[in-house]
């Protein structure tokens, strides 16, 4: 379940912008700073995780070289490197997540 106002997250969807536009006609000047605070931290939000998912391909990128590289080099087991990448994305994506969750919270009235 998302937690954004469903009047901000109908200005992510390019078929409701009419609608959305009449409906920020009738607020109140307070209501529609308001409403530009929600709908900035919603985009700051989604510029934060896409930048996560972004920072986790090149992180897992890395990763599975650097994986690779240890596999050709070392004798014996070592296939537990290549589990390595997997849990460094994880963790790139549970940060950014925390951190998007964070900055993406509703302001304060």
């Known amino acids: ?13 390019s078929d409701k912008h009419d609608e959305l536009a009449r409906a920020i006609q009738n607020l109140s000047p307070e209501e529609a700073d308001f409403f530009l605070k929600r709908l900035e931290n919603a985009i700051r939000k989604r510029k934060i995780q896409i930048l996560g998912y972004l920072v986790a391909m090149g992180v897992w990128l890395v990763g599975m070289v650097f994986a690779l590289a240890w596999y050709g080099t070392h004798d014996g087991f070592v296939g537990w490197v290549f589990v390595a990448p997997f849990g460094l994305v994880g963790a790139v994506l ?11 919270s509703p302001p304060s009235k």
């Open 94 to 104: 549970f940060g950014f997540g925390k951190w998007a969750e964070r900055v993406g």
């Open 1 to 13: 379940m998302s937690s954004e106002d469903p009047l901000v997250s109908k200005a992510f969807e």
